[in-house]
């Protein structure tokens, strides 16, 4: 056998890790810059603002709501696994949970904090620029920019919204099981 168990583990980490993060992101990447090219004529970063400003708002609305999940979650995650008897949460699922949940913060912060550098560099380098094809290269890397960063955090908003779902399905099914247990 060419390679050992644990090369075969990594190997196999590796490749779910590409088909998970890395091939969605190639093909927002690939999109935003398609969007670009094709606004990049009609479109001037001044009219990115309206969207720049509720990508922001989103982001913001997002990142605290979880927040407030991980807040929620994690003390429950934690006792999971220090006293699984005296708790009635599979600890696999709260840790799924706080794992989304953290990535989803992360993916808010990336986007607030990439929108202020968006607006960084138009104050600083779009009104300076002479060279007209420097200009059409800013100007298509900040449109591709902005709609990279949309379906990011659409992205994140639906992962909020399977979240919040799930757990109430969880609610529902641990509600029902306890119904059940209550009539024997």
Not at 58 to 81: D, E, H, M, N, R
């Amino acid at each position: 056998m060419l390679l050992n168990k644990k090369s075969t583990e990594v190997l196999k980490t590796l490749l779910i890790f590409i088909k998970s993060r890395i091939i969605p992101h190639s093909l927002y990447v690939v999109a935003s810059l398609a969007l670009g090219y094709y606004l990049v004529d009609n479109v001037s970063l001044g009219d990115l603002k309206p969207i720049m400003s509720t990508l922001q708002n989103i982001a913001a609305a997002v990142f605290t709501l979880a927040g407030i999940w991980i807040a929620y979650s994690y003390p429950q995650a934690i006792a999971a696994y220090t006293s699984p008897s005296s708790v009635s949460v599979i600890a696999t699922d709260e840790t799924k949970r706080i794992e989304n949940l953290v990535l989803i913060v992360l993916t808010s912060a990336f986007v607030i904090s990439s929108l202020l550098l968006i607006n960084m560099i138009y104050l600083l380098f779009y009104k300076s620029i002479s060279d007209l094809n420097s200009l059409y290269i800013l100007r298509l890397l900040g449109i591709s920019s902005v709609f990279y960063l949309v379906f990011l955090q659409l992205k994140a908003i639906f992962i909020v919204m399977i979240t919040n779902v799930s757990f109430v399905n969880e609610l529902h099914h641990k509600k029902t099981e306890k119904d059940a247990n209550d009539d024997l």
